[in-house]
């Protein structure tokens, strides 16, 4: 099992920039994909952005060439570097962490979420 407390949200105009923080409660080396999810109000939960294991990126089209996603495994943190934000990035974010097990099992855990709010 592994706890994530995300930090980093809040209040931003548009145009702005935010950067979130996702950190785990051991290490990262191990998990298979780590990601962030969006929520916002009446909507699904989409993905986001996720970077696996090797380091290898994938990006929803309304959000690419403006987040980025990296991780840092030494201190067991992912991060999303958000530019040019819009308000309809607007979302409470949150972080993933997948593992996959035998049999094609796959263990997902979830962070508690933090706002984001972009103003026009």
């Known amino acids: 099992q592994v706890q994530l407390v995300e930090s980093g949200g809040g209040l931003v105009q548009a145009g702005g920039s935010l950067r979130l923080s996702c950190a785990a409660s051991?290490?990262?080396?191990?998990?298979?994909?780590m990601g962030w999810y969006r929520q916002a109000p009446g909507k699904q939960r989409e993905l986001v952005a996720s970077i696996t294991s090797g380091g290898r990126t994938n990006y929803a089209d309304s959000v690419k060439g403006r987040f980025t996603i990296s991780r840092d495994n030494a201190k067991n943190t992912v991060y999303l570097q958000m530019s040019s934000l819009k308000p309809e990035d607007t979302a409470v974010y949150y972080c993933?962490?997948?593992?996959?097990?035998?049999?094609?099992?796959?263990?997902?855990?979830w962070g508690q979420g933090t706002q984001v709010t972009v103003s026009s």
């Open positions: 993933n962490a997948r593992t996959f097990g035998a049999l094609s099992t796959t263990y997902d855990y």
């Open positions: 051991r290490s990262i080396v191990s998990i298979d994909v």
